[in-house]
């Protein structure tokens, strides 16, 4: 690669893995056994990537208080960890790409997804020796946009927020490294289009993680990969 990061920082949902399917089956088994409406996989990419919670709240008709939404939320969560290890695949290309990527530069895992299904996910499908560090919203405290998980894969290896690198497949992976310094891409291949990615302030859009290699052999360095920090910063300068 002519440009190596010194880290790379993935997403895992619609950036490594499939996860809307096994989503979407164990949320409607929850909304069924409450004899509430069933949403759908486009319904389910929407409103994915600000947690469980949220994701659950956003499904509930009506009036949304806690203890309806803490009720469904423990349906979700106990029909999801049945499922989704055999029913969260990888996204094509990913494997490959991920040896690739492994071997050129340390890789660590920034994720939204609660820390202990995510590293339940990644030891299922064998990728555990290639991440350095797992960082999920339980261990650092705060969910993306919150820069608190970047900064720990950051300094698990002392690398710079400027010589790194962020990819994610949503506006959240945006923000998270605006607010860290991190220059990111985006891929295409979850919950939002190319065009939705570019009007969050993606920099460049990826159809999905197989390209990134090819992308960073091309890329004279972080500058190319880096959001243009002085028209996003707004209020947080």
């Known amino acids: 690669m002519s440009w190596k990061p010194e880290l790379i920082?993935?997403?895992?949902?619609?950036?490594?893995?499939?996860?809307?399917?096994?989503?979407?089956?164990?949320?409607?088994?929850?909304?069924?056994?409450?004899?509430?409406?069933?949403?759908?996989?486009?319904?389910?990419?929407?409103?994915?990537?600000?947690?469980?919670?949220?994701?659950?709240?956003?499904?509930?008709p009506g009036p949304r208080d806690d203890a309806a939404v803490d009720d469904l939320l423990g349906g979700f969560r106990e029909r999801y960890q049945r499922v989704f290890l055999e029913a969260t695949p990888p996204l094509p290309g990913v494997p490959e790409t991920l040896e690739t990527l492994a071997a050129s530069a340390p890789l660590a895992l920034v994720t939204n997804k609660p820390d202990d299904w995510a590293i339940q996910l990644i030891e299922?499908?064998?990728?555990?020796?290639?991440?350095?560090?797992?960082?999920?919203?339980?261990?650092a405290g705060a969910r993306k946009p919150e820069p608190a998980m970047v900064h720990r894969a950051l300094d698990a290896v002392g690398a710079r927020p400027g010589n790194a690198l962020l990819v994610g497949d949503m506006e959240v992976d945006v923000e998270t490294a605006r607010r860290a310094g991190v220059p990111m891409i985006a891929v295409a291949s979850g919950a939002r289009s190319?065009?939705?990615?570019?009007?969050?302030?993606?920099?460049?859009?990826?159809?999905?993680?197989?390209?990134l290699p090819s992308w960073l052999n091309a890329a004279a360095g972080p500058g190319a990969a880096r959001v243009e920090w002085e028209s996003l910063q707004g209020d947080d300068r």
């Open 9 to 60: 920082l993935l997403d895992l949902d619609g950036t490594l893995v499939d996860s809307f399917p096994a989503i979407t089956r164990a949320l409607n088994e929850a909304l069924a056994a409450r004899g509430l409406p069933a949403v759908d996989l486009d319904w389910v990419r929407g409103h994915v990537g600000r947690g469980a919670r949220a994701l659950v709240a956003d499904a509930l």
């Open 124 to 139: 299922h499908l064998g990728w555990s020796r290639l991440f350095r560090s797992i960082q999920g919203p339980h261990e």
């Open 194 to 211: 190319a065009a939705q990615l570019e009007s969050a302030g993606a920099p460049a859009v990826l159809v999905g993680l197989a390209d």
